[in-house]
């Protein structure tokens, strides 16, 4: 996905067990800063739905 | 590469009469220039209708999927790793098919021929390593190493990985080629020109789908986009649409593909598709030391584990 221009950050991958509930909190956290960071993603998004 | 037709025929013919195959799958002279058709041979007196030449670059493994009968294949080396990748996928059995190799010396590249003339190409012709090029008005001998398709350029597999029958000698592999210069020239630029690019390179595409249907690897009953319930991708040319399209035909592919070229010489408005491909092929060597059909009696890295797997995009 990178390669094609989405932007480092915006797409993550984790694996979490069921039992590790602060290691979830923790990710999302994580993830959710980083996309904030990142700003609106303005890219693949429909013709109708663009923001301009 | 000619003068294999001869010894192509003879092993046909010779299979189909001793009844070691009930068709033999090979190239015909097609309709147009340098558009050779596949041909479906089930009985010995037709065997004067196979050709051989530089405008063989369909891939044959193509119409091998979940046949029954016993069939004789022509395989170059990119043919020959799909049907590779076939067995593995069972598609086909090994059992049932006898391979005819032709150690391949490159296919042509229609689109850049047709592009160097204002008018129509009528004829191309070619002995040895040159190319004649004839239509209304003009005459031109082209040097075939020029003209190759973008991926036989790169070629480093033209010799068969599997075969029963050798149509000709083996040839020289290609030596010290940078594979993968272009893919590093985008996984040099910024998310934005790389977005940039590939909605350029998308841009004319009519999603008629001829990628997909040239490809060996697409093989699903159902295709993705041609689902309606659910619905995983919109029909729509919205930009949106055709490149999911587009990442998810590459992803189906990651692994599997040999950059036979298929897919890129059936476009009809010229689209280069293997630029998506051509990275998860890098990839996979980078990170698998894997090319695709190479190693008859080994998995694939997607449907494997192995301790030293990379891992670390997983947070
Ligand atoms: S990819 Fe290799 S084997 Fe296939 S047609 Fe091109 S040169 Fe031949
Ligand atoms: S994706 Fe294209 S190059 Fe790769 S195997 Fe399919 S047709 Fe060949
Ligand atoms: S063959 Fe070309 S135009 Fe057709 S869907 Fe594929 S990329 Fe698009």
Same mark, same amino acid.
């Given at each position: 996905?990178?390669?094609? #221009?989405?932007?480092? #950050?915006?797409?993550?991958?984790?694996?979490?067990?069921?039992?590790?509930?602060?290691?979830?909190?923790?990710?999302?956290?994580?993830?959710?800063?980083?996309?904030?960071?990142? #700003?609106?993603?303005?890219?693949?998004?429909?013709?109708?739905?663009?923001?301009? | 590469?000619?003068?294999?037709?001869?010894?192509?025929?003879?092993?046909?013919?010779?299979?189909?009469?001793?009844?070691?195959?009930?068709?033999?799958?090979?190239?015909?002279?097609?309709?147009?220039?340098?558009?050779?058709?596949?041909?479906?041979?089930?009985?010995?007196?037709?065997?004067?209708?196979?050709?051989?030449?530089? !405008?063989?670059?369909? !891939?044959?493994?193509?119409?091998?999927?979940?046949?029954?009968?016993?069939?004789?294949?022509?395989?170059?080396?990119?043919?020959?790793?799909?049907?590779?990748?076939?067995?593995?996928?069972?598609?086909?059995?090994?059992?049932?098919?006898?391979?005819?190799?032709?150690?391949?010396?490159?296919?042509?590249?229609?689109?850049?021929?047709?592009?160097?003339?204002?008018?129509?190409?009528?004829?191309? !012709?070619?002995?040895?390593?040159?190319?004649?090029?004839?239509?209304?008005?003009?005459?031109?001998?082209?040097?075939?190493?020029?003209?190759?398709?973008?991926?036989?350029?790169?070629?480093?597999?033209?010799?068969?990985?599997?075969?029963?029958?050798?149509?000709?000698?083996?040839?020289?592999?290609?030596?010290?080629?940078?594979?993968?210069?272009?893919?590093?020239?985008?996984?040099?630029?910024?998310?934005?020109?790389?977005?940039?690019?590939?909605?350029?390179?998308?841009?004319?595409?009519?999603?008629?789908?001829?990628?997909? !249907?040239?490809?060996?690897?697409?093989?699903?009953?159902?295709?993705?986009?041609?689902?309606?319930?659910?619905?995983?991708?919109?029909?729509?040319?919205?930009?949106?649409?055709?490149?999911?399209?587009?990442?998810?035909?590459?992803?189906?592919?990651?692994?599997?593909?040999?950059?036979?070229?298929?897919?890129?010489?059936?476009?009809?408005?010229?689209?280069?598709?293997?630029?998506?491909?051509?990275?998860?092929?890098?990839?996979?060597?980078?990170?698998?030391?894997?090319?695709?059909?190479?190693?008859?009696?080994?998995?694939?890295?997607?449907?494997?584990?192995?301790?030293?797997?990379?891992?670390?995009?997983?947070?």
């Amino acid at each position: 996905m990178e390669h094609m #221009g989405v932007e480092p #950050g915006r797409l993550s991958f984790s694996w979490i067990s069921s039992a590790e509930s602060t290691k979830f909190v923790d990710v999302v956290k994580d993830v959710t800063a980083t996309v904030k960071a990142l #700003g609106p993603n303005n890219n693949f998004k429909k013709a109708a739905d663009k923001v301009t | 590469m000619l003068g294999y037709i001869d010894k192509i025929r003879e092993i046909s013919k010779r299979l189909l009469d001793e009844g070691r195959v009930d068709m033999v799958v090979g190239f015909r002279k097609g309709s147009m220039p340098m558009m050779n058709e596949p041909s479906f041979i089930k009985n010995s007196g037709e065997v004067s209708k196979l050709v051989w030449d530089s !405008n063989c670059g369909i !891939n044959l493994a193509n119409y091998l999927t979940d046949r029954k009968e016993k069939i004789g294949v022509i395989a170059k080396g990119c043919d020959s790793r799909n049907i590779v990748t076939h067995i593995l996928e069972n598609k086909i059995k090994r059992d049932q098919l006898v391979i005819i190799g032709v150690p391949c010396k490159g296919m042509i590249d229609r689109r850049l021929i047709t592009a160097m003339f204002d008018t129509e190409v009528r004829e191309v !012709n070619e002995k040895g390593d040159t190319v004649t090029v004839k239509g209304a008005g003009f005459e031109k001998k082209l040097k075939k190493s020029d003209i190759l398709q973008d991926n036989c350029s790169k070629c480093i597999h033209r010799n068969p990985v599997l075969y029963d029958e050798l149509a000709a000698p083996l040839v020289e592999e290609q030596k010290d080629i940078d594979r993968y210069a272009e893919v590093r020239r985008i996984e040099a630029m910024s998310p934005q020109e790389k977005w940039q690019y590939f909605e350029d390179l998308i841009a004319p595409c009519i999603r008629c789908y001829a990628c997909r !249907n040239a490809c060996p690897l697409c093989y699903c009953p159902t295709c993705f986009v041609d689902e309606s319930r659910p619905q995983w991708v919109g029909k729509s040319q919205d930009e949106t649409d055709i490149r999911t399209f587009h990442f998810l035909r590459a992803y189906h592919c990651a692994g599997r593909c040999t950059d036979c070229g298929a897919c890129e010489r059936a476009c009809p408005v010229g689209i280069k598709v293997r630029q998506f491909t051509s990275k998860l092929n890098k990839d996979c060597l980078d990170m698998f030391g894997w090319e695709a059909g190479v190693l008859p009696d080994q998995r694939p890295p997607l449907d494997t584990f192995k301790p030293a797997d990379p891992g670390d995009f997983i947070k």
